[in-house]
Every structure is written in structure tokens, then in C-alpha cells.
């Protein structure tokens, strides 16, 4: 049944597989080459997943989204919503979903199980339109998930480089060092942060150890010396270049005009 003429979609395939004894003695499927596109949303956890070889742990929640021509196994016992469907130029099929994720897990998934139901329903009934409304409401909130998601997972990977800095900004760290706490290769790292926060990890790292030091300045009747060997500076010399390029000034000028114990005393 042909739902959407102009591009020639066809929903084949909408149910509500329940969990089966029989799948615990399946270890792993075989191998295979999809032929439509594929929806699947788990409802439990346990098992994997591996499509064109990447492997993803199943959870709850977890929505599998497969493509012609996609190479695919799994293992799993769990209860699943499946819904199967092709567009008649695959191309088209493919330009149309590319922004859908192969593999996501949403937290809360009661309002897309809601949307399935509803979209199992109208297949059965044979009710074209309502088929349709269904399968791209699902779609786009899957989308929105996935691109939710993304923002949070760029948020939090700037958030956990800037944390790892600020707590050691005064020794002198690497690129690899950074990669290793946060278990992220050192090149994504690299260009993540400077995409992200517009200057590099150690431009950042720099930015903390003259801030830090300002507040020596202001603070504090430390010599210069002291300052830039707590804030992690290699010598007196490269503190005072690097705080003149920023401030303007050196050290020794700010402090004149901003130290507090001064303005107190």
C-alpha cells in the first residue's frame, strides 16, 4: 500500500513483537544485508547490536534505524516495536532520513510508544493518511532527540576539557593527558574545543593561569616570581609577556593600581 504517492513510500511492516522464550537460546543472528528501511524501539534492556560494525549496547529506550543496504546482527530477548517501510528511489529515501540517527537512546520514550501504537492501528486499518501523519511525527521527534543529545554531548565534552584544565592549570599538561582523563583522542579534543569555545586548550590554559594570577595581584604582597611559578609559568619572563599581551600592562603596573592590601591598609 502506496501512502505517499510523490515519493513513493510504502509502510510494509508494523507491529509489537513480544518477548519470546525462545529468543534466550538465540546467541547472535546472522549477518544481513538490509533491503528497506527499518525502525526498531526496544522496550527493555539487554543485548546489542552491530550495524556496518559498530556495535551499540541496547537499552530501554534505544531506537535502531536501519538503511538499505546497512550490514546487520545482533543478539537480544527484549520486546520491540518494528516498523519496515521503502521508498521507491532509494536515493530519495536516503536524502530524506539522512539526518535520522542509525542508533539512539531516548530517556523517556512514552510518547513515542504512544505514536507506534497509533501508527500500528492505522496500518492495520489500512488508514493511509493517519499512517503517514504517524511515521513522520515519530521521525522528527527522533531527530529532535538525536540533535538534543548532540548539543548536550558537545556542552558536556567543553564542559569536562574546561575542568580539567582549571583544576591543573599550574603543571604543565598535554593534549594527551587531557585525552586520557576524559578518554577522548587528543585530536577530536583539539578541534572540538576550538570549534566549540573559539580558542584552543592551551590558549584556555593560559587564560586560567593569568586570571588566577590577577587574583595573586590584587590579592596577595607575593613577588612576581612566586605568582608565576604558582599559576604553572615556566619563569617570571613568560608570565610577564604573556600578562602584558592580555592586559596591557605588566604585573607589577596592575598591582600598583588594583592591589587590594594596599587600598585597605
Same mark, same amino acid.
Given at each position: 500500500?502506496?501512502y505517499?504517492?510523490?515519493?513513493? &513510500?510504502?509502510?510494509?511492516?508494523a507491529?509489537f513483537?513480544?518477548?519470546h522464550?525462545?529468543?534466550? #537460546?538465540?546467541?547472535?543472528?546472522?549477518?544481513?544485508?538490509?533491503?528497506?528501511?527499518?525502525?526498531?524501539?526496544?522496550?527493555? #534492556?539487554?543485548?546489542?547490536s552491530?550495524?556496518?560494525?559498530?556495535k551499540? /549496547?541496547?537499552?530501554?529506550?534505544?531506537?535502531r534505524?536501519?538503511r538499505?543496504?546497512?550490514?546487520?546482527?545482533s543478539?537480544?530477548?527484549?520486546?520491540?516495536?518494528?516498523?519496515?517501510?521503502?521508498?521507491?528511489?532509494?536515493?530519495?529515501?536516503?536524502e530524506?532520513?539522512?539526518?535520522?540517527?542509525?542508533?539512539?537512546?531516548?530517556?523517556?520514550?512514552?510518547?513515542?510508544?504512544?505514536?507506534?501504537k497509533k501508527?500500528i492501528?492505522?496500518?492495520?486499518a489500512? #488508514?493511509?493518511f493517519?499512517?503517514?501523519?504517524?511515521?513522520?511525527? &515519530? &521521525?522528527?521527534?527522533i531527530k529532535e532527540?538525536?540533535?538534543?543529545?548532540?548539543?548536550?554531548?558537545k556542552?558536556k565534552? /567543553?564542559?569536562?576539557?574546561?575542568?580539567?584544565?582549571?583544576?591543573?592549570y599550574?603543571?604543565q599538561?598535554?593534549?594527551?593527558?587531557?585525552?586520557?582523563?576524559?578518554?577522548m583522542?587528543?585530536?577530536?579534543?583539539?578541534?572540538k574545543?576550538?570549534?566549540?569555545a573559539?580558542i584552543?586548550p592551551?590558549?584556555?590554559?593560559?587564560?586560567?593561569?593569568l586570571?588566577?594570577?590577577?587574583?595573586y595581584?590584587?590579592t596577595?604582597?607575593l613577588?612576581?616570581? #612566586?605568582?608565576?611559578d604558582?599559576?604553572?609559568?615556566?619563569?617570571?619572563?613568560?608570565?610577564i609577556?604573556a600578562?602584558k599581551?592580555?592586559?596591557?600592562i605588566?604585573?607589577?603596573?596592575y598591582?600598583?593600581?588594583n592591589n587590594? &592590601?594596599d587600598?585597605?591598609?
Amino acid at each position: 500500500m502506496t501512502y505517499s504517492p510523490g515519493i513513493g &513510500l510504502k509502510i510494509k511492516r508494523a507491529i509489537f513483537v513480544q518477548e519470546h522464550p525462545c529468543f534466550k #537460546d538465540t546467541v547472535i543472528t546472522k549477518e544481513r544485508t538490509v533491503t528497506r528501511f527499518e525502525l526498531v524501539l526496544f522496550l527493555k #534492556d539487554g543485548g546489542y547490536s552491530v550495524i556496518n560494525g559498530k556495535k551499540h /549496547i541496547i537499552h530501554a529506550g534505544s531506537v535502531r534505524f536501519h538503511r538499505p543496504g546497512d550490514k546487520v546482527y545482533s543478539y537480544r530477548f527484549n520486546e520491540v516495536y518494528v516498523v519496515h517501510f521503502q521508498v521507491d528511489n532509494v536515493e530519495i529515501g536516503r536524502e530524506m532520513f539522512k539526518n535520522i540517527p542509525s542508533f539512539i537512546t531516548i530517556p523517556n520514550v512514552d510518547k513515542e510508544i504512544s505514536i507506534l501504537k497509533k501508527l500500528i492501528v492505522a496500518y492495520i486499518a489500512q #488508514d493511509g493518511f493517519e499512517c503517514m501523519n504517524s511515521l513522520w511525527y &515519530l &521521525l522528527g521527534r527522533i531527530k529532535e532527540q538525536y540533535q538534543m543529545q548532540e548539543r548536550n554531548n558537545k556542552t558536556k565534552t /567543553i564542559t569536562q576539557i574546561k575542568n580539567y584544565i582549571d583544576e591543573n592549570y599550574r603543571r604543565q599538561i598535554t593534549l594527551e593527558d587531557i585525552a586520557q582523563a576524559i578518554h577522548m583522542h587528543p585530536v577530536y579534543i583539539q578541534r572540538k574545543f576550538k570549534k566549540e569555545a573559539g580558542i584552543s586548550p592551551a590558549e584556555y590554559q593560559k587564560n586560567v593561569r593569568l586570571s588566577n594570577a590577577i587574583i595573586y595581584l590584587r590579592t596577595t604582597n607575593l613577588s612576581i616570581e #612566586d605568582i608565576a611559578d604558582l599559576c604553572g609559568f615556566s619563569n617570571s619572563s613568560h608570565f610577564i609577556r604573556a600578562f602584558k599581551a592580555r592586559e596591557q600592562i605588566t604585573p607589577l603596573q596592575y598591582r600598583q593600581r588594583n592591589n587590594v &592590601l594596599d587600598i585597605l591598609s
